[in-house]
Protein backbone atom coordinates (compact mmCIF):
# COMPACT_ATOMS: atom_id res chain seq x y z
CA UNK A 1 0.00 0.00 0.00
CA UNK A 2 1.30 3.49 -0.51
CA UNK A 3 3.12 5.43 2.60
CA UNK A 4 0.23 6.47 4.95
CA UNK A 5 2.51 9.34 6.71
CA UNK A 6 2.76 10.96 3.59
CA UNK A 7 -1.20 10.81 2.73
CA UNK A 8 -3.03 14.80 3.24
CA UNK A 9 0.78 16.28 3.23
CA UNK A 10 1.27 16.95 0.06
CA UNK A 11 1.64 21.02 -0.73
CA UNK A 12 -1.23 22.94 -2.36
CA UNK A 13 1.01 23.55 -5.46
CA UNK A 14 1.17 19.93 -5.52
CA UNK A 15 -2.50 19.38 -4.92
CA UNK A 16 -3.45 22.33 -8.00
CA UNK A 17 -0.76 20.79 -10.30
CA UNK A 18 -2.76 17.37 -9.81
CA UNK A 19 -6.07 19.07 -9.88
CA UNK A 20 -5.46 20.85 -13.46
CA UNK A 21 -3.89 17.86 -15.38
CA UNK A 22 -6.76 15.89 -14.47
CA UNK A 23 -8.68 18.58 -16.14
CA UNK A 24 -6.46 18.79 -19.42
CA UNK A 25 -6.62 14.80 -19.14
CA UNK A 26 -10.27 15.19 -18.35
CA UNK A 27 -11.16 17.19 -21.50
CA UNK A 28 -9.05 15.15 -23.60
CA UNK A 29 -10.75 12.15 -22.83
CA UNK A 30 -14.12 14.16 -23.40
CA UNK A 31 -13.09 14.62 -27.02
CA UNK A 32 -11.83 11.47 -27.42
CA UNK A 33 -14.49 9.76 -26.39
CA UNK A 34 -16.76 11.78 -28.49
CA UNK A 35 -14.69 10.79 -31.80
CA UNK A 36 -15.11 7.07 -30.58
CA UNK A 37 -18.44 6.79 -29.02
CA UNK A 38 -20.23 9.30 -30.65
CA UNK A 39 -23.90 8.55 -29.67
CA UNK A 40 -22.83 8.83 -26.20
CA UNK A 41 -21.03 11.10 -25.28
CA UNK A 42 -23.24 13.98 -25.61
CA UNK A 43 -23.28 17.47 -27.50
CA UNK A 44 -20.20 18.96 -26.96
CA UNK A 45 -21.50 22.15 -25.34
CA UNK A 46 -19.77 24.72 -23.07
CA UNK A 47 -21.36 23.75 -20.08
CA UNK A 48 -20.76 20.26 -20.51
CA UNK A 49 -16.90 21.04 -20.89
CA UNK A 50 -16.82 23.01 -18.03
CA UNK A 51 -18.49 20.25 -15.78
CA UNK A 52 -16.12 18.02 -17.01
CA UNK A 53 -13.03 20.28 -16.61
CA UNK A 54 -14.66 21.26 -12.63
CA UNK A 55 -15.13 17.51 -12.37
CA UNK A 56 -12.10 16.15 -12.88
CA UNK A 57 -10.05 19.01 -11.44
CA UNK A 58 -11.99 18.12 -8.24
CA UNK A 59 -11.25 14.67 -8.12
CA UNK A 60 -7.88 14.95 -8.92
CA UNK A 61 -6.80 17.29 -6.99
CA UNK A 62 -8.39 15.37 -3.76
CA UNK A 63 -6.87 12.05 -5.14
CA UNK A 64 -3.29 14.01 -4.75
CA UNK A 65 -3.96 15.38 -1.36
CA UNK A 66 -4.91 12.04 -0.47
CA UNK A 67 -2.70 9.97 -1.86
CA UNK A 68 0.49 12.76 -1.76
CA UNK A 69 3.40 11.37 -3.95
CA UNK A 70 3.00 8.29 -4.25
CA UNK A 71 3.48 6.11 -7.18
CA UNK A 72 -0.15 4.75 -7.42
CA UNK A 73 -1.52 8.55 -7.32
CA UNK A 74 -1.85 8.15 -11.37
CA UNK A 75 -3.80 5.43 -11.60
CA UNK A 76 -6.09 6.83 -8.75
CA UNK A 77 -6.55 10.23 -11.43
CA UNK A 78 -6.91 7.55 -14.02
CA UNK A 79 -10.05 6.06 -11.86
CA UNK A 80 -11.08 9.75 -11.43
CA UNK A 81 -11.17 10.73 -14.76
CA UNK A 82 -12.96 8.21 -16.10
CA UNK A 83 -15.41 8.03 -13.54
CA UNK A 84 -16.66 11.81 -14.83
CA UNK A 85 -17.58 9.97 -18.22
CA UNK A 86 -19.19 6.46 -16.81
CA UNK A 87 -21.03 7.85 -14.49
CA UNK A 88 -22.80 10.87 -17.21
CA UNK A 89 -22.98 8.17 -20.02
CA UNK A 90 -24.85 5.53 -17.48
CA UNK A 91 -27.07 8.20 -15.97
CA UNK A 92 -27.81 9.53 -19.82
CA UNK A 93 -28.43 5.98 -21.29
CA UNK A 94 -28.25 3.65 -18.44
CA UNK A 95 -25.11 2.01 -20.22
CA UNK A 96 -21.62 1.84 -19.25
CA UNK A 97 -19.66 1.20 -22.27
CA UNK A 98 -16.71 -1.59 -22.42
CA UNK A 99 -14.32 0.65 -24.29
CA UNK A 100 -14.47 3.00 -21.70
CA UNK A 101 -14.56 -0.06 -18.94
CA UNK A 102 -11.79 -2.04 -20.78
CA UNK A 103 -9.12 0.75 -20.52
CA UNK A 104 -10.00 1.70 -16.96
CA UNK A 105 -9.17 -2.02 -16.07
CA UNK A 106 -6.01 -2.18 -18.13
CA UNK A 107 -5.05 1.02 -17.44
CA UNK A 108 -5.28 0.48 -13.80
CA UNK A 109 -3.56 -2.54 -13.83
CA UNK A 110 -0.39 -1.23 -15.75
CA UNK A 111 0.01 1.59 -13.49
CA UNK A 112 -0.71 -0.20 -10.39
CA UNK A 113 1.60 -2.84 -11.19
CA UNK A 114 4.18 -0.69 -11.93
CA UNK A 115 3.65 1.19 -8.66
CA UNK A 116 3.90 -2.46 -7.26
CA UNK A 117 7.21 -2.99 -8.57
CA UNK A 118 8.56 0.50 -7.64
CA UNK A 119 8.00 -0.37 -4.44
CA UNK A 120 8.60 -3.93 -3.75
CA UNK A 121 5.11 -4.52 -2.86
CA UNK A 122 3.68 -7.65 -5.67
CA UNK A 123 1.30 -8.69 -2.93
CA UNK A 124 -1.13 -5.69 -2.77
CA UNK A 125 -0.99 -5.95 -6.74
CA UNK A 126 -2.19 -9.89 -6.63
CA UNK A 127 -4.86 -8.26 -3.39
CA UNK A 128 -5.79 -6.16 -6.14
CA UNK A 129 -6.64 -8.40 -8.61
CA UNK A 130 -8.05 -11.10 -6.20
CA UNK A 131 -10.53 -7.65 -5.28
CA UNK A 132 -10.91 -7.49 -9.15
CA UNK A 133 -12.30 -11.06 -9.39
CA UNK A 134 -14.53 -11.82 -6.04
CA UNK A 135 -16.32 -8.20 -6.76
CA UNK A 136 -16.72 -9.36 -10.57
CA UNK A 137 -18.26 -12.77 -9.49
CA UNK A 138 -20.11 -10.90 -7.00
CA UNK A 139 -21.67 -8.90 -9.25
CA UNK A 140 -22.46 -11.58 -11.66
CA UNK A 141 -24.30 -13.77 -8.76
CA UNK A 142 -26.06 -11.14 -7.64
CA UNK A 143 -26.96 -9.76 -11.82
CA UNK A 144 -28.10 -13.53 -12.48
CA UNK A 145 -30.13 -14.27 -9.52
CA UNK A 146 -32.32 -11.11 -8.44
CA UNK A 147 -34.40 -8.54 -9.40
CA UNK A 148 -31.98 -5.46 -8.40
CA UNK A 149 -31.47 -4.19 -11.59
CA UNK A 150 -28.17 -5.05 -11.95
CA UNK A 151 -26.66 -5.06 -15.83
CA UNK A 152 -23.72 -6.73 -16.92
CA UNK A 153 -22.18 -3.49 -17.46
CA UNK A 154 -22.35 -3.15 -13.82
CA UNK A 155 -21.18 -6.54 -13.49
CA UNK A 156 -17.85 -5.67 -15.86
CA UNK A 157 -17.25 -1.78 -14.03
CA UNK A 158 -17.03 -4.28 -10.93
CA UNK A 159 -13.48 -5.59 -12.35
CA UNK A 160 -11.77 -2.42 -12.12
CA UNK A 161 -13.68 -0.86 -8.72
CA UNK A 162 -12.36 -4.24 -7.50
CA UNK A 163 -8.57 -3.70 -8.63
CA UNK A 164 -8.54 -0.38 -7.17
CA UNK A 165 -10.14 -1.09 -3.92
CA UNK A 166 -8.61 -4.31 -3.18
CA UNK A 167 -4.84 -2.60 -4.08
CA UNK A 168 -5.81 -0.40 -0.71
CA UNK A 169 -6.67 -3.71 1.53
CA UNK A 170 -9.32 -6.36 2.33
CA UNK A 171 -11.21 -3.47 3.85
CA UNK A 172 -11.50 -1.19 1.16
CA UNK A 173 -12.83 -3.41 -1.07
CA UNK A 174 -15.58 -4.84 1.89
CA UNK A 175 -16.62 -1.70 2.59
CA UNK A 176 -16.67 -0.10 -1.32
CA UNK A 177 -18.91 -2.99 -2.47
CA UNK A 178 -20.80 -2.31 0.27
CA UNK A 179 -21.42 1.29 0.44
CA UNK A 180 -21.72 1.07 -3.37
CA UNK A 181 -25.53 -0.81 -2.62
CA UNK A 182 -26.37 1.41 0.37
CA UNK A 183 -25.68 4.53 -2.13
CA UNK A 184 -27.51 2.74 -4.59
CA UNK A 185 -30.48 2.37 -2.69
CA UNK A 186 -30.83 6.07 -1.60
CA UNK A 187 -30.51 6.95 -5.51
CA UNK A 188 -33.63 4.55 -5.73
CA UNK A 189 -35.75 6.01 -2.66
CA UNK A 190 -34.84 9.34 -4.58
CA UNK A 191 -35.88 8.55 -7.86
CA UNK A 192 -38.99 6.68 -6.48
CA UNK A 193 -39.97 10.04 -4.36
CA UNK A 194 -39.16 12.23 -7.57
CA UNK A 195 -41.71 10.12 -9.85
CA UNK A 196 -44.15 10.22 -7.06
CA UNK A 197 -44.03 6.25 -6.06
CA UNK A 198 -43.81 5.37 -9.33
CA UNK A 199 -40.79 3.13 -9.61
CA UNK A 200 -38.68 3.38 -12.73
CA UNK A 201 -37.73 0.85 -14.90
CA UNK A 202 -34.42 1.00 -15.34
CA UNK A 203 -31.79 3.06 -12.25
CA UNK A 204 -27.88 3.51 -13.20
CA UNK A 205 -25.85 1.95 -11.05
CA UNK A 206 -22.35 3.09 -12.71
CA UNK A 207 -22.29 6.04 -10.42
CA UNK A 208 -23.18 4.98 -7.30
CA UNK A 209 -20.64 2.25 -8.12
CA UNK A 210 -18.40 4.81 -9.19
CA UNK A 211 -19.21 7.44 -5.78
CA UNK A 212 -18.36 4.81 -3.11
CA UNK A 213 -15.37 3.08 -4.37
CA UNK A 214 -13.87 6.65 -4.72
CA UNK A 215 -15.17 7.87 -1.36
CA UNK A 216 -13.60 4.93 0.39
CA UNK A 217 -10.06 6.06 -1.56
CA UNK A 218 -10.77 9.53 -0.13
CA UNK A 219 -12.03 8.64 3.37
CA UNK A 220 -11.06 5.66 4.57
CA UNK A 221 -7.05 4.91 6.04
Not at 53 to 78: D, H, K, M, N, Q
Not at 201 to 209: D, L, N, T, V
Request: proline residues 5%.
Amino acid sequence: MFDTAAAGSASPLFVAVVGLAGACLGLLAHALIRRALPQLAGEATTRLRITTAAATFALSALLAWRLGIAAELPAYVLLGIFAVPLARIDIAHHLLPDRLVGPLLGGGLVLLASAALAHGVAGDLVRGVAGSVILFISYLILALTSRNGLGMGDVKLAAPLGLYLGYLGWSQLFYGGALAFVAGGLASVILVLKNRGNKPKEIAHGPSMLAAGLAIVLLLP
